[in-house]
């Protein structure tokens, strides 16, 4: 999905466009399959009860439940959380619902670091700190490609 391009100013490019990482999809899909699975289960051994239709119509409430909850709310989420740098500013987006975000225009960076474990090493992911002139520094979680992020991010805050 394209960033909206009519949230960016006249003549401002998108220089990177991200998504948090896909390993923010791991659990809701986890969750998914043990849902269906334990459903599917509990609606085969109810099978042979006279009652069986009321149990296969509450394992379908509490299973679309459970899987609103915990896997379409998450993607839903993971989809429209936008982190976006220009050429200009460094914009994040999030929600479904409500929207709120935040804007650092680029002359305001004092500096950009990245942050990586192991398993966000091997899976090319990372926490991007990025100072302002505040004394404040801010936290991007999960950001996928940060080594990338932080030499174009470096790249434009020295021009």
């Given at each position: 999905?394209?960033?909206?391009?009519?949230?960016?100013?006249?003549?401002?490019?998108?220089?990177?466009?991200?998504?948090?990482?896909?390993?923010?999809?791991?659990?809701?899909v986890?969750?998914?399959?043990?849902?269906?699975?334990?459903?599917?289960f509990l609606?085969?051994?109810?099978?042979a009860?006279?009652?069986?239709?009321?149990?296969?119509?509450?394992?379908a409430?509490?299973?679309?439940a459970?899987?609103?909850?915990?896997?379409?709310?998450?993607?839903?989420?993971?989809?429209?959380?936008?982190?976006?740098?220009?050429?200009?500013?460094?914009?994040?987006?999030?929600?479904?619902?409500?929207?709120?975000?935040?804007?650092?225009?680029?002359?305001?960076?004092?500096?950009?670091?990245?942050?990586?474990?192991l398993?966000?090493?091997?899976?090319?992911?990372?926490?991007?700190?990025?100072?302002?002139?505040?004394?404040?520094?801010?936290?991007?979680?999960?950001?996928?490609?940060?080594?990338?992020?932080?030499?174009?991010?470096?790249?434009?805050?020295?021009?």
């Open positions: 999905m394209a960033y909206p391009d009519d949230l960016l100013v006249e003549d401002e490019q998108v220089v990177v466009h991200r998504h948090p990482h896909w390993k923010m999809l791991v659990v809701p986890v969750v998914l399959l043990l849902v269906v699975g334990v459903a599917s609606a085969a051994v109810v099978s009860q006279s009652w069986a239709l009321w149990a296969w119509l509450g394992l409430v509490a299973g679309l459970l899987v609103g909850r915990f896997t379409v709310f998450p993607v839903l989420r993971w989809r429209t959380t936008h982190f976006v740098v220009t050429d200009r500013r460094v914009l994040v987006r999030e929600g479904v619902l409500t929207r709120q975000g935040m804007d650092i225009p680029l002359r305001r960076i004092s500096s950009v670091q990245i942050r990586q474990s398993l966000e090493r091997l899976l090319g992911a990372g926490t991007l700190v990025v100072e302002a002139d505040s004394d404040e520094s801010l936290e991007f979680d999960d950001v996928p490609g940060v080594r990338q992020v932080h030499a174009v991010l470096y790249n434009e805050v020295g021009q």
